[in-house]
């Protein structure tokens, strides 16, 4: 009789764990980590540069956020995970032409790392990277900082397109919460 209960619990557990994902973190931080990511950029914004970025820009990934957001609960956080991981490879460029201040900028990477992290500790398992979003922060990185030699308005576009990057991936987390 114990062995049948037991049984019947550890069913229980298995099919509850695989049904959705569950992490307190994500339940409990993530909303304010997000929402300290954005004010940290909002505080580097250089509101002195005005030119237009002309071809120097990469059209927003829709379809890879839209793909994504069709996903299972893990493979967008997974997906997001990647987004934060991306982001902070961009930022470690060259930014000494950036209007920003050094210390705003190591708060940011430490909270959007923070949030990477925490949030790859609630997937249970190593996930594929998505090669195309890789390939889209390459061709940022070149298309933007490189052809504009890392200027200052290169860097305001960069922090400007990390934002909308930003916002989608909460976005993705958001419908994460909401299906659980």
């Not at 300290?36 to 990469?58: F, I, K, P, Q, Y």
């Not at 460029?93 to 940011?108: I, K, V, Y």
Request: include cysteine; charged fraction near 25%; proline fraction near 1%.
């Amino acid at each position: 009789m114990l062995t049948r209960v037991f049984c019947a619990l550890l069913l229980l557990c298995l099919y509850s764990s695989g049904s959705s994902l569950s992490c307190r973190w994500i339940d409990h931080k993530f909303r304010d980590y997000s929402e300290n990511s954005l004010d940290l950029l909002e505080m580097m914004a250089d509101h002195d540069t005005t030119e237009d970025a002309g071809e120097n820009t990469v059209a927003f990934p829709h379809h890879l956020y839209n793909q994504a957001s069709r996903a299972s609960a893990e493979d967008k956080v997974a997906f997001t995970v990647q987004v934060l991981r991306e982001v902070c490879a961009l930022f470690e460029e060259d930014d000494s032409s950036s209007s920003w201040q050094e210390r705003t900028l190591e708060n940011f990477l430490n909270v959007v790392n923070r949030q990477a992290d925490e949030l790859h500790s609630c997937i249970g398992s190593h996930k594929k990277r998505n090669r195309r979003l890789h390939m889209f922060f390459k061709r940022l990185s070149h298309n933007v900082l490189g052809q504009m030699g890392h200027s200052a308005r290169a860097w305001e576009l960069i922090r400007q397109e990390v934002k909308a990057h930003l916002l989608a991936a909460d976005q993705l987390v958001a419908s994460v919460l909401t299906s659980n």
